[in-house]
């Protein structure tokens, strides 16, 4: 099988331009397959909608404030993107279970790391993204999981997307709490610096926190695009670049049917109220049966785009 190192190995001997187009065409293929199946788990999860765009965006920018270069941060980004693709083996019943799981649920939750990096074995792309997948929830204090590895045994790549997880987890809308305020989210990261979170990256996260570096992002699924709200679930729905006015719309939580309609005037929406024109989902009174929530390959080839630039292949 064809993996990463062969790749790069073929990338140091001449090549004619042909056979050179035609190896980024491959990688970037296969980096679209790896990111099209990751987001199969957002779509699994009602109230996920947008979290790896947020989580892949929080850590290509925390990466890029620490000093990495673009095309770490880049991969780190990728990485924060594919950080949970091991959940796609964990059944419905625990992933959509509305509520605290109990201790054997949440033991079938903590498989999804190993689970993930046993789906990438072999893969030629997985040397990208498996140090996130594998260990994004190892704690510096060695509490974490699968390994309780602990302080700079953890590799910055799982430091880094283990902050923005966290942090896009508590600041989230769940179908039993609302998402927590950016400033309530930083205070807790500070409070467990060199427990729960790496001590430098953390303190590094927090002050792009209150310099505003997260507004953007946090209720977010898209840049420039907030979360659409469904008037009996919250933010769940996702809009894309390319939604047009009209285009229908299902709640994946409780699959009402809404119509996204442009208006004018102030809308408030976590954590900004937008001026000017603002999308507002209205419901149609119909409901779906069930809700497909479609990967954006839009969003996906951005990224996608962005490192295979900066690879120059
Ligand atoms: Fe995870």
């Not at 840049?223 to 894309?240: E, F, N, Q, W, Y």
């Amino acid at each position: 099988m064809v993996n990463a190192a062969m790749l790069d190995a073929a990338q140091r001997h001449e090549q004619s331009p042909a056979l050179q187009r035609e190896l980024q065409q491959y990688r970037q293929a296969l980096l679209t397959s790896l990111m099209t199946s990751a987001a199969m788990v957002e779509a699994r999860d009602p109230y996920t909608g947008g979290h790896l765009w947020r989580v892949a965006r929080f850590s290509m920018t925390l990466a890029e404030h620490a000093g990495l270069d673009a095309l770490e941060s880049t991969r780190i980004g990728i990485a924060g993107f594919l950080h949970d693709i091991g959940k796609i083996a964990i059944p419905d019943a625990v992933l959509r279970k509305p509520g605290k799981l109990t201790d054997d649920e949440f033991a079938v939750i903590k498989t999804h790391p190993e689970v993930g990096a046993s789906m990438l074995a072999g893969h030629p792309l997985a040397a990208l993204v498996e140090p996130a997948v594998l260990w994004h929830h190892e704690m510096p204090n060695g509490r974490g999981y699968p390994q309780q590895l602990r302080g700079d045994a953890i590799p910055l790549d799982a430091r880094i997307v283990g902050i923005c997880d966290a942090f896009d987890a508590m600041t989230s809308t769940r179908p039993y709490r609302a998402g927590m305020p950016i400033e309530k989210a930083l205070e807790i990261i500070e409070q467990q610096l060199g427990e729960q979170f790496d001590a430098t990256l953390g303190r590094l996260f927090v002050d792009l926190g209150r310099a505003g570096a997260w507004q953007h992002i946090v209720g977010h699924s898209d840049d420039g695009i907030p979360l659409g709200v469904c008037p009996a679930c919250g933010p769940t729905l996702v809009r894309t670049q390319h939604t047009s006015d009209g285009e229908t719309v299902t709640c994946p939580a409780c699959f009402a049917q809404l119509q996204w309609q442009q208006e004018e005037g102030p809308a408030v929406s976590a954590p900004s109220i937008q001026q000017g024109r603002h999308w507002r989902a209205v419901p149609t009174g119909q409901r779906a049966l069930f809700a497909v929530a479609q990967p954006d390959p839009q969003l996906i080839n951005q990224l996608v785009q962005r490192w295979a630039a900066l690879k120059d292949l």
